[in-house]
T-cell receptor
Framework: AQSVSQHNHHVILSEAASLELGCNYS??????LFWYVQYPGQHLQLLLK??????LVKGIKGFEAEFIKSKFSFNLRKPSVQWSDTAEYFC?????????????FGAGTRLAVHP | SQTIHQWPATLVQPVGSPLSLECTVE??????LYWYRQAAGRGLQLLFY??????ISSEVPQNLSASRPQDRQFILSSKKLLLSDSGFYLC?????????????FGPGTRLTVL
């Protein structure tokens, strides 16, 4: 079955540290890839997405992710985190089937950034 | 622009009582609609999706059902709640863009069954 693995459930960083959150998926066909973020008390928001083209995708708030097809990975990065990046981050993969995109989520990574 | 609403925001219900959660979308026509449940440490699990009025597909067998009485309205229901139905329920919508579809989420309903 298709699955998405996020390697770290909890990450604690100091401000200005670099961030990399791992995401691997198991599906071997054509996939679309997403990172969503959920700030405390807010909606689940789209951070960035990859459909095709340049495997390095830039999203909002200085985040980027790199799709490495050979590694089935879509890791999220930010060179310098801020306290306001404290949130839960979800990687997701879609597979188009039956007329809609079935979205499979990872378990999420809780990021805490300390001033 | 499109917006998605869910209500209520929070709900506390006794075991065995009925449930009705509502989701509405504004600013788009004929969206795909989805219900998810978010459990701590387990990400989001798709419960139901709908590609049109009256068209509901279920992803997992459970104590819940869904209906789509209008184009932009999606309802999650139960006749008798179980303790295990507690959780955070999210509604999402997407446009009919084929395999480049993106799902957008509502604010969610936190349900506690006592």
């Amino acid at each position: 079955a298709q699955s998405v693995s996020q390697h770290n459930h909890h990450v604690i960083l100091s401000e200005a540290a670099s961030l990399e959150l791992g995401c691997n998926y198991s599906y071997g066909g054509t996939v679309n890839l997403f990172w969503y973020v959920q700030y405390p008390g807010q909606h689940l928001q789209l951070l960035l997405k990859y459909f095709s083209g340049d495997p390095l995708v830039k999203g909002i708030k200085g985040f980027e992710a790199e799709f490495i097809k050979s590694k089935f990975s879509f890791n999220l990065r930010k060179p310098s985190v801020q306290w306001s990046d404290t949130a839960e981050y979800f990687c997701a993969v879609t597979r188009f089937s039956g007329g809609y995109n079935k979205l499979i989520f990872g378990a999420g990574t809780r990021l805490a950034v300390h001033p | 622009s499109q917006t998605i609403h869910q209500w209520p925001a929070t709900l506390v219900q006794p075991v065995g009582s009925p449930l009705s959660l509502e989701c509405t979308v504004e600013g788009t026509s004929n969206p795909n609609l989805y219900w998810y449940r978010q459990a701590a440490g387990r990400g989001l699990q798709l419960l139901f999706y709908s590609v049109g009025i009256g068209q509901i597909s279920s992803e997992v067998p459970q104590n819940l059902s869904a209906s789509r009485p209008q184009d932009r309205q999606f309802i999650l229901s139960s006749k008798k709640l179980l303790l295990s139905d507690s959780g955070f329920y999210l509604c999402a919508w997407s446009g009919l863009a084929g395999n480049t579809d993106t799902q957008y989420f509502g604010p969610g309903t936190r349900l506690t069954v006592l």
